[in-house]
């Protein structure tokens, strides 16, 4: 008999990357007892998200929100690091079912001179702005916890706002607003390609303010 026993990144550390690898372990077992040395057995990876299409596809939860306040932030186990929650209003759900008020769960850093930053490539989040929210509902803690970085959380002032090329940096010549890119991404979900063949060309955020 053999029991396998899976270690994967979590969810906002793999995101902020795009894709990485998690390790499979597999170790004999008999009654009852398991192998305290597990081996390698192979290794897989996580899903692409480089296209929004496949962030849908990955996500139970998609929706758009307005940052209310802080409600509290946890100290984790590595120095410097926080997990922070945040109460949002949602407007609006592309997928799954968010409503009202909700909490989102997101992780910040604090550097060497104390100063309080979202990582790289990380987004903090602002009282009073609005995003689009993607990524897992935690059913335990009742909260979002959302793909690190831009991944899944993206500044979305509004739902009209006009979305652009994250890859080009340039505007949408189709001049999809936020709420039209997300219901597309939604409706056409797809999970991603293997990560050596992914191709982000048209993965669509929101123009930042000032280049609309």
Do not use: C
């Not at 170790?27 to 398991?34: A, I, M, Q, V, W």
């Not at 390698?40 to 929004?52: A, C, F, G, H, T």
């Not at 939860?61 to 109460?87: C, I, M, P, Y």
């Not at 910040?108 to 929210?133: C, I, K, M, Q």
């Amino acid at each position: 008999m053999k029991k396998t026993r899976v270690i994967a990144l979590g969810v906002a550390a793999v995101a902020v990357l795009g894709a990485a690898a998690f390790t499979v372990w597999v170790g004999d077992s008999g009654n009852e007892t398991y192998v305290s040395e597990p081996t390698v057995k192979e290794d897989l990876l996580v899903p692409d998200l480089s296209k929004d299409e496949y962030v849908s596809y990955a996500s139970s939860d998609v929706f758009h929100a307005r940052v209310v306040k802080k409600v509290s932030q946890n100290e984790t186990d590595l120095a410097g690091e926080l997990e922070q929650q945040w109460q949002v209003k949602v407007t609006k759900a592309f997928k799954g079912d968010a409503e009202g008020t909700a909490i989102v769960n997101t992780m910040a850093y604090v550097d060497g001179e104390g100063n309080e930053t979202a990582g790289e490539g990380g987004v903090a989040l602002v009282p009073g702005r609005g995003y689009v929210f993607a990524g897992q509902y935690d059913a335990d803690n009742e909260r979002y916890e959302p793909f690190g970085g831009i991944t899944g959380a993206r500044l979305s002032q509004e739902l009209d706002s006009p979305a652009k090329s994250a890859a080009r940096s340039t505007a949408s010549e189709s001049g999809e607003t936020v709420e039209e890119h997300w219901e597309q991404a939604v409706t056409n979900e797809r999970p991603g390609p293997p990560v050596d063949g992914a191709t982000p060309d048209s993965d669509m955020v929101e123009a930042p303010e000032g280049e609309q």
